[in-house]
């Protein structure tokens, strides 16, 4: 059974480093597009930053230059390493993986972020 698993959430002062990282297990299949989702409390889940499989990255405007997304696709692992935390970053980081050439995904549990003044 295909299952996602971030870690390295935790909790920073700001200015501080995180990186995050996510295993998928049980896959049968060939993974596309991974990516960072979060979710702050009372807002929506939002793209943090996408890589194909190819290597193709896309970074939202909160990330870009702070943010570093990377994966290894024989390990079906994604990673995603956070600089110059701030408060705003506070939220629950998710995994997200693509079935290749089929619309399926999945989804991590996520994982707590907390960035403190």
């Known amino acids: 059974q295909v299952q996602l698993v971030e870690s390295g959430g935790g909790s920073v002062q700001a200015g501080g480093s995180l990186r995050l990282s996510c295993a998928a297990s049980g896959i049968t299949f060939s993974i596309g597009a991974m990516g960072w989702y979060r979710q702050a409390p009372g807002k929506q889940r939002e793209l943090v930053a996408l890589i194909s499989r190819g290597g193709v990255i896309s970074y939202a405007d909160v990330a870009k230059g702070r943010f570093t997304i990377s994966r290894d696709n024989a390990k079906n692992t994604v990673s995603l390493q956070m600089n110059s935390l701030k408060p705003e970053d506070t939220a629950v980081y998710y995994c997200?993986?693509?079935?290749?050439?089929?619309?399926?995904?999945?989804w991590g549990q996520g994982t707590q972020v907390t960035v403190s003044s």
């Open positions: 997200k993986a693509n079935r290749l050439y089929l619309t399926s995904e999945y």
